[in-house]
Nanobody, 115 residues
């Protein structure tokens, strides 16, 4: 059973930055892919950014140029650096890992962007 624990959420003003972390209980190199997703109240969960074992990254158009996904294999941790945050980035952010075709999710961390 893989466990994913997110941290780093909080409240920030528009234009500010936050960095999210996702600590995995297993070696992240065993995952075919990892990613960040978010869900705002009343909306469906949506992809934010993904990274594959080969470190190919993919971003939602809404965050391109502002967010950066990365990982540290020595710490088994996934990161999401979020810059130039906007009110529409407000959501619960979830970490996801895929292993042997099975998805694993973290519990989520809240990000609120408001003046």
């Amino acid at each position: 059973q893989v466990q994913l624990v997110e941290s780093g959420g909080g409240s920030v003003q528009p234009g500010g930055s936050l960095s999210l972390s996702c600590a995995a209980s297993a070696r992240i190199l065993t995952f075919s892919a990892m990613g960040w997703y978010r869900q705002a109240p009343g909306k469906q969960r949506e992809l934010v950014a993904t990274i594959t074992t080969g470190e190919t990254t993919n971003y939602a158009n809404s965050v391109k140029g502002r967010f950066t996904i990365s990982r540290d294999t020595s710490k088994n941790t996934l990161y999401l650096q979020m810059n130039t945050l906007k009110p529409e980035d407000t959501a619960t952010y979830y970490c996801k890992a895929e292993a042997h075709g099975w998805p694993y999710w973290g519990q989520g961390t809240q990000v609120t962007v408001s003046s």
